[in-house]
């Protein structure tokens, strides 16, 4: 029978990068306990730069002689991004996808006593690993936990990249029948054929057997299985509402003695995507009402534990999302299995991010971390749809990358016909682009009001899109602001990092999809502000601040509140700009966010008004302050008549409190205004001449001449230090970087450029 056995503790750990460790014990290291990353601090800003390397963990393995007779695998939660395994100094095993497990079997290479696991983790730059270049840190570490397997000879296929090593798929047959297909493969280690059998028992809450099925086998070295069944008129998982979960127990029998067996939770349900009605759990319209989650966590990195985890979904849980995109990588198990108990619809996806490869034009990394991703985390009802990329045209938008794209989605199709296929494009797509007819759902990443645009801009780019495709069902996949809980302003602008600011982008978002049916649903970016080592914005360095909440998940900014008035059901009420506490002005807005229809306001305990209204953000205009301390306190009653109260304290002083505002570092100012010390006054476009340079090539290729490079660095000097250039010039032409707020290239700088760049032959 199996036994599973952690093993997080005892490792000796270092960041010197020496090859003799497959070996050799190493002799400057520090212990340290899984999970673990070497980047929990660097990574979220702690320093300039972040360390990205080859660095090694070591620990003693004690085997007995009787464990020899049993088969051994190592099943590593991730190592982010390669990792290399050798046991006693031989080469065990590895793995390219830094968010993916993978197992190692041992047995070939172990011995009676102490044995030496060595494993070497790489968060280096690789050309064909994903993701290449992207928005978050990439963390380095044996970041998620590790167990000892330790099987009989008999035992479930452990190495099909899978997680249990058995897939349950479930289709509705009929309108009270669910079919349950409990299919995977047994292996025999030992070299007999062996008679055998497989058992499953399905059981529901309660424990009551509510199903039951064997089939007869023989066990020759690797034996295929597929048990069908019917289930009649089982209670649906049925989103938040109802996350009803039965467990599927299979076992594999072999002469009277179970030798290997998994216990499974599985729910029933059906999963649509329509224009016409949205998404339909069940055969019910559900708007998404989703957030988007990266898996770290402050001082920690992405060596987060199950605290971690539940902590993140009770919040998740709070402001009552019914959905969730789990960006931009395959999470730790444990997350999508808090899904499926609580009823979250989740959007997974692999790291086919930003820019494909520059070395490998077939991207077999992204198939192979699609194949991990999908076989590891088929069995979680929750999911409903597969994400195969995003903003992967943010470089450069070539017929190979639509062949890869193709490809992933014929391999999600074969691995998976009964979910669905989704993408998260940059806004620069155009709608009629072919893109959008390759996968079953289209998302967009749409950053109208932030990096480009005016917030209300979202309204008409969603309306064209349905005119151009009304057949496609659209997600907003990612949308959202940067936000600092310590800026403040009454007049919120564009990039002012404000808390008052970042209420207006959201609300705008909510109305805009509730009024449109064709779009499924969006998802704010982010739920949690996060690592992204090279930021240095909005008064923070290492940190991407759009989350609703902060990254020590200790402030809940005050768009957490709006999205918990618009979709909790759990009466509350909130008193917005808590912290912007120095008011300078005397007649002040107070905005309430609250699900509570009947509310009283009090200031200096003298009731200033009644409000009824069902909007979930209710203003009181223009209420005037006293010198000095202001108590403002709401009173909202529920449908049950229980009070629900919150209180906050404003200051009315005479001056502008200056620590409200975020002001710009001179050095990003000038960025800002790079391109003024060139002439662009009598810019014409002119005509493209062949065999000469010109905007529309990629910068490797304006580099191969040194006259064109010369003229790449009188504009562009200011950028070859930048790491996203420095990923993406194989790739990016500088029509590519004009279309990116990032390079804040004005277009009457393109026909200058071409000017002198068509003026150099090929
Ligand atoms: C992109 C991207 C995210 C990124 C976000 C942002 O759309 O998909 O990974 O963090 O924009 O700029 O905040």
Known sequence: MVQIM????????????????????????????????????????GSEKYF????????????????LTKRIYLEIGAAGNMGHVYVNGNMAGESRCGY????????????????????????????????LMADFTFYGGLYREMSLLVMDEVHFDLMDNGRDGVYLTQRKISPETFELDVHGQIVNESSVLKEGSLQIQVRDEAGKTVLEASSELALGNEAKFSIKSEVANPILWDGVDQPYLYTVEVSVLSEGQVCDSRIIAIGFRTVEATTEQGLLLNGKPVKINGVCRHQDFAGVGNAITKTHMDEDMALIREIGANSLRLAHYQHDDYFYSLCDRYGLLVWAEIPFISIPSTKDPENHNAEEQ????????????????????????????????????????????????????????????????????????????????????????????????????PKIPIIVSEYGVDTNPKYHSYTPQVQDYTEEYQLLFHQNALETFDKRTFVLGGYVWNMFDFGSANRNEGGETGKNLKGLVTIDRKIKKDAFYLYKAYWSKNPFVHLAG?????????????????????????????????????????IVKDVSLIAGENCVIVEGTDEYGVIHTEEIVLHHAAEIDRNYIHV??????????????????????????????STFDTIEDLYSNEEAKAVFLKYFEHVTNNPFFEVTKDVISIEKMAQLTFYNIPPELIPVINKELNAIQK
């Open 100 to 131: 993916a497990m993978f197992r190692v079997p041992l047995t070939p290479y172990l011995k009676e006593g102490g044995n030496l696991i060595t494993i070497m983790v790489d968060n280096g730059y690789d050309s064909t690993v994903f993701p």
């Open 52 to 67: 990205r390397g080859q660095c090694w963990y070591q620990r003693i393995l004690d085997i007995s002689h009787e464990d």
């Open 370 to 469: 699609l194949e991990k991703l999908i076989k590891q985390a088929y069995n979680h009802c929750s999911i409903y749809c597969w994400g195969i990329q995003n903003e992967i045209t943010i470089a450069v938008e070539t017929e190979q990358t639509y062949k890869t794209i193709r490809k992933l989605e014929v391999l999600a199709k074969h691995l998976d016909p009964n979910r669905l296929t989704v993408q998260a494009n940059i806004n620069g797509v155009e709608n009629n682009s072919i893109i959008n007819s390759f996968t079953d759902l289209i998302g967009y990443n749409l950053y109208y009001g932030w990096y480009y645009g005016e917030i209300k801009d979202l309204q008409d780019r969603l309306d064209e899109f349905h005119r151009a495709q």
């Open 6 to 45: 952690p093993l997080n503790d005892h490792w000796i750990f270092t960041k010197t990068n020496n090859p003799t460790y497959v070996f050799e014990s190493i002799q400057d290291g520090q212990s340290v306990t899984l999970p673990h990353s070497w980047n929990d601090t660097d990574g979220q800003g």
């Open 664 to 693: 710009k570092p001179e050095k990003e100012k000038n960025v800002v205004n790079w391109f003024e010390k060139f002439d662009l006054s009598n810019a014409e476009t002119i005509e493209l001449r062949d065999g000469y340079f």
């Open 578 to 618: 808590r912290r912007f506490v120095n008011r300078h002005q005397e007649h002040n807005d107070i905005v309430i966010l609250s699900n509570l229809h009947h509310l009283k306001v009090y200031l200096n305990q003298t009731l200033i008004t009644e409000i009824n209204s069902r909007e979930p953000m209710k």
